[in-house]
């Protein structure tokens, strides 16, 4: 089957969700908002980085051995990432998985595990696993499977779009944390989402060179700034933000699954 276009990834989504765009404002289909708006974002940054790929160390690599990103493909993926939660939104990332393999898009089906898990990493979650036997096949199919840069744009993608929007990590990881709870792995989540997001930011001496020659600020050339969209008061917060979300986490007792 060909590659998953972004026109038919949103057709999947919408299938048996949404069959008048007045359905996207019910809180039922919050997350549907939610998966639009990685869909918009994943596409941006993958344009982002074609447009300047030699000036982000940590895709220069992969872009040279595999060549310029398909936008409309990440935009895909940012739209299907989510698709499980139509059947389950405990087991979306299973459910979602098994869903899109049914419909023969076995590749793209891999979004559906990896955005949770940074890195492709299982450790790396917000919340938990449910399950020993899921846990283990979630395992052994993240081992399988080789780190892509789409894995990494829609992971980060997941983590700073809300349902009503673009916002920072640090409002969207607080929105996750005040709904699902405190985990064992959940303060070392934050570090790693923040990591994941240096990645997204070109290199310091290309900023320097940019910011001298074009009379702009650093902020000018983060990856915030790709998103005009977020409010200013919010991208001023970030570090009132970050203590808030520390403050919680700290503050919470951690759930056992």
Same mark, same amino acid.
């Given at each position: 089957?060909?590659? +998953?276009?972004?026109?038919?990834?949103? !057709?999947?989504?919408?299938?048996?969700?949404?069959?008048?765009?007045?359905?996207?404002?019910? $809180?039922?289909?919050?997350?549907? %908002? &939610?998966?639009?708006?990685?869909?918009?974002?994943?596409?941006?940054? @993958?344009?982002?980085? /074609?447009? /300047?790929? @030699?000036?982000?160390?940590?895709?220069?690599?992969?872009? *040279?051995?595999?060549?310029?990103? $398909?936008?409309?493909?990440?935009?895909?993926?940012?739209?299907? &990432? $989510?698709?499980?939660?139509?059947?389950?939104?405990?087991? &979306?990332?299973?459910?979602?998985?098994?869903?899109?393999?049914?419909?023969?898009?076995?590749?793209?089906?891999? @979004?559906?595990?990896? &955005?949770?898990?940074?890195?492709?990493?299982?450790?790396?979650?917000?919340?938990?696993?449910?399950? #020993? *036997? %899921?846990?283990?096949?979630?395992? #052994?199919?993240?081992? !399988?499977?080789?780190?892509?840069?789409? $894995?990494?744009?829609?992971?980060?993608? *997941?983590?700073?779009?809300?349902?009503?929007?673009?916002?920072?990590?640090? %409002?969207?990881?607080?929105?996750?944390? !005040?709904?699902?709870?405190?985990?064992?792995?959940?303060?070392?989540?934050?570090?790693?989402?923040?990591?994941?997001?240096?990645?997204?930011?070109?290199?310091?001496?290309?900023?320097?060179?940019?910011?001298? #020659?074009?009379?702009?600020?650093?902020?000018?050339?983060?990856?915030?700034?790709?998103?005009?969209?977020?409010?200013?008061?919010?991208?001023?917060?970030?570090?009132?933000?970050?203590?808030?979300?520390?403050? +919680?986490?700290?503050?919470?007792?951690?759930?056992?699954?």
């Amino acid at each position: 089957m060909k590659k +998953l276009d972004s026109k038919e990834a949103l !057709s999947l989504l919408f299938d048996g969700v949404i069959e008048n765009p007045k359905e996207l404002s019910l $809180d039922k289909n919050r997350w549907v %908002r &939610h998966s639009i708006y990685v869909g918009i974002a994943a596409g941006r940054i @993958a344009r982002a980085i /074609n447009n /300047n790929y @030699a000036n982000y160390t940590y895709f220069k690599e992969y872009l *040279d051995e595999f060549g310029p990103l $398909d936008d409309d493909y990440a935009t895909a993926l940012g739209y299907i &990432h $989510d698709i499980g939660r139509k059947i389950s939104h405990p087991l &979306h990332t299973t459910e979602g998985y098994k869903l899109l393999c049914e419909l023969g898009h076995e590749e793209e089906a891999r @979004a559906t595990l990896t &955005h949770s898990f940074i890195d492709n990493d299982v450790n790396n979650s917000a919340d938990g696993i449910t399950g #020993e *036997d %899921r846990k283990k096949a979630i395992i #052994e199919y993240l081992n !399988s499977i080789q780190l892509t840069a789409y $894995d990494n744009i829609v992971q980060l993608c *997941d983590l700073f779009c809300l349902e009503t929007g673009f916002t920072t990590v640090e %409002r969207r990881l607080y929105d996750i944390v !005040s709904r699902k709870g405190v985990y064992e792995n959940t303060l070392a989540h934050f570090y790693k989402t923040l990591e994941l997001k240096r990645r997204f930011e070109p290199d310091d001496d290309y900023i320097e060179i940019l910011s001298k #020659e074009l009379d702009k600020t650093i902020d000018d050339f983060s990856l915030y700034a790709l998103f005009p969209e977020i409010p200013r008061e919010e991208l001023a917060s970030q570090n009132e933000d970050r203590n808030k979300l520390l403050r +919680l986490i700290n503050n919470s007792k951690i759930k056992s699954l």
